[in-house]
């Protein structure tokens, strides 16, 4: 069953109906956003023992959890708001014991305990809530969720198209203290006008102002660069 455009635009990004009628029109195909675990895996394994206990927020039919399992993590708890992908996941996965699966709202993961998890990782989750209604409310109530759940010293890394000025504000809402490194990375592909697709080293983290915006005058290498906020939960 394939769905016209309009039938999709008729759901909201942060709705369970939307993605249940996506996941079910995509099959058992999987697609990751914004960057696969090869490019993303040297930031992960710099801030994420293998050892700790992972939250993938946002799971969908991504190979992330996968990716990382075969890498050496050994707990990866993954939630969707979608139990049609849930279900599919589950079934999938059902023969690695350290991916686990769980249908959850981001925004009320009131199951889990307070500072039970180590890493939260998001890849697009908090972009999906600000593209859908009461964007402003949706961000705030996850990331209040995500701070609590993280023990203090813990990482949230948020993997996002939203640059600083709109991402830093929401990040320093009341109640959470990060400590935020930002590192920004281009898009899969791409290649500079010079031919060299990374003239600056990637792991080079990309100083941020008093204020947590981009220096004056900082050009993207690439326009449609994806950044990474290694967010670390201060006491």
């Keep these: 069953m394939m769905m016209s455009s309009s039938q999709r635009h008729a759901y909201s990004y942060g709705d369970a109906l939307y993605w249940d009628a996506r996941y079910l029109a995509d099959g058992s195909a999987s697609f990751d956003w914004y960057q696969r675990y090869s490019a993303l895996r040297p930031f992960v394994r710099k801030y994420v023992p293998v050892s700790a206990r992972v939250l993938m927020v946002g799971c969908g039919n991504a190979v992330l959890s996968e990716d990382m399992v075969k890498d050496g993590y050994i707990d990866i708890m993954n939630i969707d708001i979608s ?27 009131s199951f889990f305990d307070d500072e039970s998890f180590d890493c939260v990782f998001d890849k697009g989750t908090l972009d999906s809530l600000m593209c859908g209604m009461d964007a402003q409310l ?64 990637i792991m080079e983290p990309v100083p941020l102002t008093e204020s947590g915006q981009l220096p004056a005058g900082f050009v993207l290498e690439d326009p449609d660069s994806h950044y990474i906020y290694v967010c670390k939960k201060m006491h």
């Design 138 to 201: 949706s961000a705030s109530q996850m990331l209040e969720e995500v701070n609590r759940l993280l023990r203090p010293g813990g990482i949230y890394m948020l993997i996002t198209y939203g640059d600083p000025s709109v991402r830093i504000p929401h990040l320093n809402q009341p109640g959470c203290n990060w400590k935020i490194i930002l590192y920004i990375i281009p898009r899969p592909g791409f290649q500079s006008p010079g031919g060299d697709s990374r003239p600056r080293s």
């Design 83 to 109: 139990s049609i992908v849930i279900e599919m996941m589950r079934t999938k996965y059902a023969h690695i014991p350290q991916l686990r699966y769980m249908q959850m709202d981001v925004r009320d993961m």
